[in-house]
């Protein structure tokens, strides 16, 4: 089953057209190539001053170069179908802090991209702290010296297969879902929002109030499971028949918000006006490569 890589908050609702001074030393971008087996690994891998991104479609490239979610990017049908590799290098005196801008320029350089920022009413499932007491885990303290995972890192490696979908979040920080387990560790609740919003119908919004890192399992029915990868693979822009899609859509993920309870947790339906980043103009094919 292939998945995705995260993506951070919107910043603000100003015209977002204008890219960013900021440009890779040198880079190529160019539509990726059909995977030969069932598994697969993406996202954003970093060597030193090397970045290559792997296997994302432009929705992706988007969200990250302006910080906002997948489901806050609007356009064409093919940014979410289409993808794309990339390989660059960062200039002399740069750091990864800095990638986002230095997409946002190629973006524009190469796929003429315009776009513009407005506000919408969506549909979201606001995460908040339930009745019972609270039974997550705080993630022991990190004795290696390296920094927590700041909100929004772009530290990200993804795998998947038939089995189930591995995401390395950076600094000891990952989710595993596999055998209807969703198996988190050193996690905090608004990253836990993102991530598991790849796997339902809409957004989720982090209003717990908790600043910590945990560690903690959900466990899911095979049949919500199933619901839940067919929804990322989806929200991946991976193409499936329409009777897969349809199992999805009549599908339930009643085991996850009753394991949200088990902990302490809720998850419930409401509107929330959000930011929505509109791609206004762009072309399918990359130019100067």
Same mark, same amino acid.
């Given at each position: 089953?292939?998945?995705?890589?995260?993506?951070?908050?919107?910043?603000?609702?100003?015209?977002?057209?204008?890219?960013?001074?900021?440009?890779?030393?040198?880079?190529?971008?160019?539509?990726?190539?059909?995977?030969?087996?069932?598994?697969?690994?993406?996202?954003?891998?970093?060597?030193?001053?090397?970045?290559?991104?792997?296997?994302?479609?432009?929705?992706?490239?988007?969200?990250?170069?302006?910080?906002?979610?997948?489901?806050?990017?609007?356009?064409?049908?093919?940014?979410?179908?289409? @993808?794309? #590799? =990339?390989? $660059?290098?960062?200039?002399? +005196?740069? /750091?990864?802090?800095?990638?986002?801008?230095?997409?946002? %320029?190629?973006?524009?350089?190469?796929?003429?991209?315009?776009?513009?920022?407005?506000?919408?009413?969506?549909?979201?499932?606001?995460?908040?702290?339930?009745?019972?007491?609270?039974?997550?885990?705080?993630?022991?303290?990190?004795?290696?010296?390296?920094?927590?995972?700041? @909100?929004? #890192? =772009?530290? $990200?490696?993804?795998?998947? +297969?038939? /089995?189930?979908?591995?995401?390395?979040?950076?600094?000891? %920080?990952?989710?595993?879902?596999?055998?209807?387990?969703?198996?988190?560790?050193?996690?905090?609740?608004?990253?836990?929002?993102?991530?598991?919003?790849?796997?339902?119908?809409?957004?989720?919004?982090?209003?717990?109030?908790?600043?910590?890192?945990?560690?903690?399992?959900?466990?899911?029915?095979?049949?919500?499971?199933?619901?839940?990868?067919?929804?990322?693979?989806?929200?991946?822009?991976?193409?499936?028949?329409?009777?897969?899609?349809?199992?999805?859509?009549?599908?339930?993920?009643?085991?996850?918000?009753?394991?949200?309870?088990?902990?302490?947790?809720?998850?419930?339906?409401?509107?929330?006006?959000?930011?929505?980043?509109?791609?206004?103009?762009?072309?399918?094919?990359?130019?100067?490569?």
């Amino acid at each position: 089953m292939r998945t995705f890589l995260l993506a951070t908050l919107s910043a603000g609702c100003l015209l977002a057209q204008a890219p960013s001074d900021l440009q890779f030393e040198v880079a190529s971008i160019r539509p990726s190539q059909p995977s030969s087996n069932d598994n697969v690994t993406i996202g954003l891998h970093l060597d030193g001053a090397q970045v290559r991104i792997v296997a994302l479609p432009m929705r992706d490239y988007i969200a990250m170069a302006y910080r906002v979610k997948l489901y806050q990017v609007t356009g064409p049908d093919w940014i979410t179908s289409d @993808k794309f #590799d =990339l390989s $660059a290098k960062l200039p002399a +005196g740069s /750091n990864s802090d800095q990638i986002r801008d230095m997409l946002q %320029s190629l973006l524009a350089e190469r796929f003429g991209m315009k776009l513009h920022r407005e506000k919408k009413d969506l549909p979201v499932y606001a995460l908040t702290l339930g009745k019972s007491p609270l039974k997550i885990q705080e993630s022991a303290p990190d004795v290696s010296g390296e920094p927590a995972p700041a @909100k929004g #890192d =772009l530290n $990200a490696a993804v795998s998947g +297969g038939a /089995n189930g979908v591995s995401v390395n979040l950076g600094n000891g %920080s990952y989710y595993t879902f596999a055998n209807g387990k969703f198996t988190v560790k050193k996690v905090t609740m608004d990253m836990l929002g993102r991530q598991l919003e790849r796997y339902v119908d809409r957004p989720i919004v982090d209003l717990t109030g908790l600043k910590g890192n945990y560690d903690l399992t959900i466990t899911v029915t095979p049949e919500d499971a199933q619901t839940m990868l067919i929804r990322a693979a989806v929200n991946a822009g991976v193409s499936l028949p329409a009777q897969v899609v349809q199992l999805a859509d009549h599908g339930s993920i009643a085991s996850l918000l009753d394991g949200f309870e088990q902990l302490g947790l809720k998850m419930d339906s409401r509107k929330a006006p959000l930011d929505v980043l509109v791609v206004d103009q762009a072309s399918k094919t990359p130019t100067g490569n």
